[in-house]
């Protein structure tokens, strides 16, 4: 028999789906009903990600490879728990829980079936840093985007319904593209299970191997589309700033499931053998030129939802240069500069319609223009007494503060702590694997050029919002919607109070993930369930 904490690899896609079918038999009229489930379906699968964190964070109570229907890899289908994946579960069921929680003051209201729209994205997500081979990969990216699809037009408005289309369009691109490159994988290698791939790819013969690389590119194009990889990314600030605040808070964690998946599939299938660095470069240099395009974005952004958009795009680029230096120091100071960024940028999406709730929709333009022109009137500074700002002002001038500071890396939040651990590793070294030293200091600019324009950005618009505003309204906020917030912010000052115990997790990860034979041996070895038998009735048993 399995111990029952062995079942918890698989509760995270279960419960989801259950909850999400239970809330369709619910009418759309019991709003207060169909909100209470979700929000205990998703503490639920919180406590469950915290407890499989826990888990892979000591010594390992389980196996961490469960065989659905009972099948051996790699005939069946294997979900792989590692650090990874629980830190990206943990990551993830902390944004849902924030998420629904805003969503409660009146978005999940304003159309119909919300919440099984949003416990399908749960299940598509979690599924996808679960799944053991390409196939159910690709099946679980689908349940994520047609989820994602129906959440971001949800609500009215016609820039939502014309950056929802588009989302829409570009992302079936993006399916036809998973699709042929997983084509190509199974034509060539005869397998889809990523444990059996790693196995055969070092035995490929040259044409072959050829063929199995072109197979990755194309899959590789899938998911640097949802990462949001220059030139492909001039959808996402358009789409992500259409949202509604508890959706566009959510989307934040999915571009860094293509992430996950680039960087489980590179260290799993080119981190040694022929093959070894496939596609480095690539993500170097477009890591490169997405941090440059997303930090003219922050730049060049007034409205708020577009500055966040941008943001999206200058952690992306971030990652995918790490990702292509291929370093192992470097990419644990990125994972934490991942969980970091992903709780401040869906904190600030959030935080972005409280402070925009006061401000009439024409304030931004208004406020350039008097910048640059003036208003033609002289301040009334007879009165020495000056204006007290509101406490609801001041407390989301606050948290406006603190993400100013995240995003741009500044002392002493966990921002700076893992800008400053990555930076620090590359001038470590000087050269990093077979980048040229030149190279490095280019890519240690960037980071610091990106950081200084977020923080232009974001004093500039904390000045316009919080001390130049126009109409000088204090916007209603609804507790239910500020905690979140906090509740986020706070857990990135945990990561600062508790930099070294994330550090050493990171890297005992990095170290894990640099290693594949551990993954390809747990899938391997996993055993199936020994049948029991029939039930036979002991002697002596039965009638009298």
Known sequence: MLDWSHHLIITPILLPMATAALLLFIDERSRTIKALVSLVAVVILL??????????????????????????????????????????????????????????????????????????LLAGVNGALLTGDLFNLFVFFEVMLAASYGLLLHGTGTLRVKAGLHYIAINLVAALFFLIGVSLVYGTAGTLNMADLAMRMPEMEPDRLILM?????????????????????????????????????????????????????????????????FGAEVLLIGGAATLVFGTIGVLASQALGRLAGYSVLVSSGTLLMVLGINDGVVSSG?????VSSTLTISAFFMLIELVERGQDAGANVLAVTMEAYGDGEEADIE?????????????????????????????????????????????????????????????????????????????????????????GAVPRVLVVELVPVMILLLLTLVLTIEAGPAMTYMDTTIRSLADPSAYIDAVRNADVVADQGPVTVEEGAGEP
């Open 47 to 120: 406590a469950n990600a915290a407890m499989l964190f826990a888990i892979e964070s000591g010594p390992n109570a389980f196996e961490n490879v469960y065989l659905l229907g009972n099948w051996s890899a790699p005939f069946g289908i294997v979900l792989v728990v590692d650090g990874l994946s629980a830190m990206m579960l943990l990551l993830t069921s902390i944004l849902a829980l924030a998420a629904l929680v805003f969503s409660l003051a009146k978005w999940h209201a304003v159309g119909a079936h919300f919440h099984s729209l949003f416990q399908l």
């Open 213 to 277: 690389e072109a197979g990755a590119a194309v899959l590789g194009v899938a998911f640097l589309i949802k990462v949001g990889m220059w030139p492909l990314c001039f959808w996402l600030p358009t789409a992500y700033s259409a949202a509604s605040a508890p959706v566009a808070g959510m989307f934040a964690i999915l571009s860094k499931v293509g992430i996950y998946v680039i960087l489980r599939l590179t260290m799993l299938l080119f981190g040694d053998g022929p093959s070894a660095g």
């Open 334 to 338: 990125a994972l934490l500069y991942l």
């Open 383 to 471: 009165d020495g007494n000056g204006t007290a700002m509101p406490g609801t002002m001041a407390i989301l001038g606050i948290c406006f503060a603190a993400c100013g500071i995240l995003l741009s890396g500044l002392p002493p939040l966990s921002g700076f702590i893992s800008k400053f651990a990555m930076l620090s590793a590359m001038m470590g070294t000087g050269s990093i694997g077979t980048t040229p030293d030149a190279a490095v200091w280019v890519l240690i600019v960037l980071v610091i050029l990106s950081g200084l324009a977020a923080l232009i950005s974001m004093t500039r618009a904390g000045i316009r919002t919080f001390w130049g505003s126009i109409e």
